[in-house]
């Protein structure tokens, strides 16, 4: 996978905007650490090679196993990348009463982070983020 750093700027834009409309319909989170916890949500967190490559681009990845069913950047119930997290990341919240519209706003960023992938020709892999993250998507 060839590296693209001309897209760190233009998806923490992305990710700018998106929380400027989560907060606009504010669905609650008290940062316990609940949804980051994967498996008691019977959940694998999907994310594209641009957001795993923001990520590593930002923040150390620290060694783990990916069917551990926790994020590996969830220490002490805290999430320690929330400022460079992925998409699915952004758009989950525990209160089911915004699933629905979550999930048209995940559609929404889904498809304008693809778009930059086509605008700067890079690689477009969704994949479950921990085997990108480990590089074990092939």
């Not at 930002?58 to 320690?80: H, R, S, Y």
């Not at 086509?118 to 590089?135: G, H, S």
Request: charge should be negative; hydrophobic fraction near 35%; include cysteine.
């Amino acid at each position: 996978m060839n590296h693209h750093p001309e897209n760190s700027p233009e998806i923490a834009e992305i990710y700018k905007e998106l929380e400027a409309e989560l907060a606009g319909i504010d669905p609650g989170c008290n940062a316990c650490g609940t949804c980051c916890h994967f498996d008691e949500f019977n959940h694998v967190l999907y994310a594209s090679t641009i957001e795993t490559e923001y990520i590593q681009e930002n923040v150390e990845v620290p060694p783990f196993d990916p069917a551990q069913g926790t994020c590996p950047f969830l220490i002490d119930n805290k999430c320690t990348i929330r400022e460079h997290r992925a998409l699915g990341c952004r758009v989950f919240f525990c209160n089911p009463a915004y699933k629905e519209t979550l999930q048209e706003i995940y559609e929404k960023y889904y498809t304008m982070i693809k778009d930059l992938a086509v605008k700067n020709q890079t690689e477009w892999i969704y994949a479950p983020m921990m085997k990108l993250l480990k590089k074990e998507y092939k």
